[in-house]
Structure formats: structure tokens, C-alpha cells
């Protein structure tokens, strides 16, 4: 009698501390497809709400855990796969990473459906300051100064928020850069002009040269390589249109439905003891993009979600070459810095690979340090401390930035 008790009194005991699974959106293991899946929601202080030792995940500027059972399945869904895959993300860092000092980190608050901007005076922006929506931000640690009103009195550790999904007419968006269709043209645009001029060159030599060996009028051949040259420029020029070719006529994000978003936010936080999380540049976000790339293993990372996101998404292996435009921040969310630092890895495998870039940070400059030089002078840099073999792997990598067209 008294084991039958002890075993229904262990039994009881593992039901109720068990870690409570709840459904999950991720992604299939190796593939950009999502599905819903049911996984344990670990560290809770309870089994309620998405109160955790290292996450709180809230909705908007409330300062309560969100319920597991809210009425609103959908942002139960949101929460449960926000707390999940930055829990993952924090044992990415710590086991893969072997970075400790996480461990000493505050507890990070999770906004879901802000739509306030960030207000480093007071936390967060009056509502109807141009209201945000389709993103997600990482937010330093602050308190509001000694002369604000004490109503508005405030301090915050640091915190990730995620907007809410709104469609947006495409056009509207401005510019979005060149389509797939410009991109292939401008990449062929080069070796035609080249191949004209120099048919024309052995054009003129003929003529002048050997005349008598010439069946054509020079002028007939001018006019042919004038005709292929201003064609080429026509058809470059009205491929700049065919955008809806290759866009959805709405753009949506609901951004903590992309498992790679809470990876690239949570990458800031990790990156801001020598990268600020509150610039937007393309090293910054080049950098928390190849994190988010790792953890991802996929090639292709922010995906489209069925439903909830049609996000164009980011290359790993982009195969563009360098030119002086990607230092622009308009620019900072393409891929072009994730390839540059994805060949890193290919080059000096995963391992010394993820090591270098990450001690990469020491030797940036969050304001001044661009592709070019800051972060390739910083790869170099970093090689000389963590590569197995500093002297060999440095050629390796100036091979490989030569690739790149640096």
C-alpha cells in the first residue's frame, strides 16, 4: 500500500511540474514550410501563463503574462511560438556558442501587438505617434530621466517587440529594389557592352586595314551595334516595371509568426554589448542575420508563412558581388552581408566559422563600420584570434572576399 502510494505521489508530482506542450508554429526540419507542433514550453514559474525565468511574453504595454488560456487562440499561438523558439535560441547561444554571459541577463520582456514607437525617454511613444506595424525591433535597457512627470516614470530592461500584421498595398511601400528580372539583365548588361565594343573594334580594324575582305557598309554595322546596345537599354529600363510580376499585390508580416525573426531580434540583444540594437545599418543587421541563418539551417530565412507573412526572403548564399550601393542603409535589410559572412563560414568551416564572426563584434564600430572595410578588417581580425591555423585561413578569407568582388 504505502509503495502504491509513493508511485501515485511521484506520478502526481511529474504531471503537475511537467513542462505544459502547447502548439507551436515552426518550420520543418531542412525546409521553409511551416507546420503546428506541439512543444514543451520550458522554464515556466508557472503553468498559466508564458511567465518564464528568461522570457515574459505580454500583450502590448501590459506588464502581465499572457494567459494560456485566452480567449484569442490565435494569440495564444503567437505567444507559444515566440516563447518557444527564443528559449531555443537561448540554448543555441549557450551550448552552440559557449557564450556564458547570457546567462547573467536580465529577464527580456516580449510585446506582442505594440504598435508604439520606441521612446528613449520614456519608453514608449504616444499612441498616436505614426503607429508601426509588419516588424519587430530589439530595445535597450532604460529608465525615463528625472524630469519626466512621475506619472509617466518608468525603467525597462531589455526588450523585443513584435508589431502587428497589417496588409499594405505594394506599391505603397516605395522602393523595394530591383526585381529578379532587372537584377539578371543588369548582370548581363556588362559582358554585351563589353562584346559590342569590341566587335566594333575589329569592325574599325577591318575597314582601315583590310577594306577589300569587307561585304557590308561600316555605317550598316554601326547601325546593327547601336540597335543591340539602345535595345538592351530599352528592355533594362522596362524591366523596372514588371514588378507585380514578381510582387503580391499586398505586403504582410506578422512578424512573430517567422521563427527567424525572434532569432535575429534576440541575435541583437546578444551582439549589443559591441553593436548597438537600436541602429539599423547592414553589418548590424547583416550580423543578426547570419545568426538567425545558423539556427535556421535553411538557405533561405523569413520565408513566407502561409497566412500570416508573404516576406520576401533573405539568400544565405546570394551569389551578388560587391558593389559600393550595399553600404546604404536603405539597404540594410538585404542579403548581400548575410552571403559575405556566410562565406566566411563555407570557408573555414562551421565551426571556427560561427567563432570568428561572432568575435568579429569586438573590432566593429556600430556607426561607422561598413562592409568594405570595418567588417572585413574585423573578420581578419578575429581569424588571428580564434583560426585553427590564423596565417593559412587568412588567405583563405582574402580569397573568398576577392570572390565576393571586394
Not at 526540419?29 to 511567465?51: A, C, P, Q, R, V
Not at 548575410?338 to 556600430?366: C, I, P, Q
Request: aromatic share 14%; hydrophobic share 40%; net charge neutral.
Amino acid at each position: 500500500m504505502n509503495i502504491m502510494m509513493l508511485t501515485w505521489l511521484a506520478f502526481s508530482f511529474n504531471v503537475l511540474f511537467a513542462n505544459p506542450a502547447l502548439e507551436t508554429l515552426v518550420r520543418r526540419e531542412g525546409s521553409i514550410s511551416t507546420i503546428i507542433k506541439k512543444n514543451e514550453m520550458t522554464d515556466l514559474l508557472d503553468h498559466h501563463s508564458f511567465d518564464g525565468k528568461y522570457f515574459k511574453i505580454v500583450l502590448k504595454k501590459s506588464n502581465d503574462a499572457i494567459s494560456f488560456y485566452d480567449p484569442d487562440k490565435n494569440l495564444v499561438l503567437k505567444a507559444a511560438s515566440v516563447y518557444y523558439h527564443l528559449n531555443k535560441s537561448r540554448e543555441f547561444w549557450i551550448k552552440a556558442m559557449q557564450y556564458t554571459k547570457i546567462q547573467e541577463m536580465p529577464k527580456i520582456t516580449v510585446r506582442l501587438e505594440l504598435t508604439n514607437q520606441f521612446d528613449e525617454f520614456g519608453h514608449f511613444a504616444n499612441d498616436n505617434r505614426s503607429p508601426q506595424f509588419n516588424n519587430a525591433l530589439s530595445i535597450p535597457s532604460g529608465q525615463t530621466p528625472d524630469w519626466v512627470p512621475s506619472e509617466r516614470s518608468d525603467r525597462w530592461n531589455n526588450e523585443i517587440w513584435f508589431r502587428p500584421v497589417k496588409k499594405i498595398l505594394t506599391k505603397d511601400l516605395g522602393n523595394l529594389g530591383p526585381n529578379p528580372m532587372t537584377v539578371a539583365l543588369q548582370a548581363l548588361q556588362n559582358p554585351l557592352i563589353d562584346y559590342i565594343q569590341n566587335q566594333f573594334n575589329v569592325r574599325l580594324m577591318e575597314e582601315f586595314f583590310y577594306p577589300s575582305y569587307v561585304n557590308r557598309p561600316l555605317h550598316e554595322d554601326l547601325i546593327r551595334y547601336a540597335g543591340t546596345y539602345a535595345l538592351m537599354k530599352l528592355i533594362l529600363h522596362g524591366s523596372k516595371y514588371a514588378d507585380r510580376l514578381f510582387l503580391d499585390k499586398y505586403y504582410y508580416l506578422d512578424a512573430a509568426f517567422v521563427p527567424e525573426i525572434a532569432y535575429h531580434e534576440f541575435a541583437h540583444i546578444i551582439l549589443s554589448d559591441r553593436l548597438e540594437m537600436s541602429h539599423s545599418t547592414p553589418v548590424n543587421e547583416g550580423m543578426a542575420d547570419y545568426f538567425a541563418a545558423v539556427q535556421s539551417r535553411t538557405r533561405k530565412i523569413y520565408a513566407k508563412v502561409k497566412g500570416h507573412s508573404n516576406s520576401r526572403y533573405k539568400d544565405r548564399e546570394e551569389k551578388k558581388k560587391y558593389s559600393h550601393w550595399d553600404e546604404a542603409t536603405r539597404l540594410a535589410t538585404s542579403d548581400f552581408t548575410l552571403s559575405v559572412l556566410w562565406d566566411v563560414r563555407e570557408a573555414l568551416g562551421d565551426t571556427y566559422g560561427d567563432k570568428v564572426v561572432f568575435h568579429a563584434r569586438h573590432f566593429l564600430n556600430t556607426k561607422s563600420s561598413t562592409i568594405s572595410e570595418g567588417l572585413l578588417k574585423a573578420i581578419l581580425y578575429a581569424c588571428e584570434e580564434k583560426c585553427e591555423y590564423p596565417r593559412r585561413d587568412k588567405l583563405i578569407l582574402y580569397e573568398t572576399f576577392s570572390k565576393k568582388g571586394f
